[in-house]
């Protein structure tokens, strides 16, 4: 019965963030109109729903560090993988392999999540695959 509480209370709380997060953001559609620079009237409004509902991959990369095949095979548990991103430094957030965002960590009841801190534009981003 605790249990249920618990789960309870943990669900609230992260309804409480999702929905500060939900009253502070814009809807996909004025976001998708603004980057397009398309007004409501040439029908993009309903071309974007089309799209809403696909699932995509979200990553959250805390670092990265190359390691020798050797020294890999003797990891155990327990065993220490130093990374290349220091403490307390922006966390990379990608969609599907490109990078969308930097964000920190947060916790909310023993669960982990990302507070987005740095939002990459679409011109940066369409920059970076050029590269």
Known sequence: MS?????????DDWAA????Q???TAPATEIFQEMSGSNPGNGIAKDIDFILDIPV?????LGRT????????????????ELDGMAGEPMDVLV??????????VVVNDKFGVRLT??????????????
């Open 3 to 11: 249990e249920d509480i618990t789960q309870t209370i943990a669900e």
């Open 66 to 81: 190359k390691i020798a095949i050797k020294n890999l095979l003797q990891l155990a548990q327990g065993s220490v993988v």
């Open 22 to 24: 939900t009253a502070t």
């Open 17 to 20: 963030a999702m929905a500060e």
């Open 96 to 105: 599907n392999g490109c990078l969308i965002a930097q964000g920190e960590v």
């Open 118 to 131: 740095d939002i990459i534009t679409p011109a940066e981003r369409i920059r970076k695959l050029n590269k």
């Open 57 to 61: 991959l979200m990553t959250v990369e």
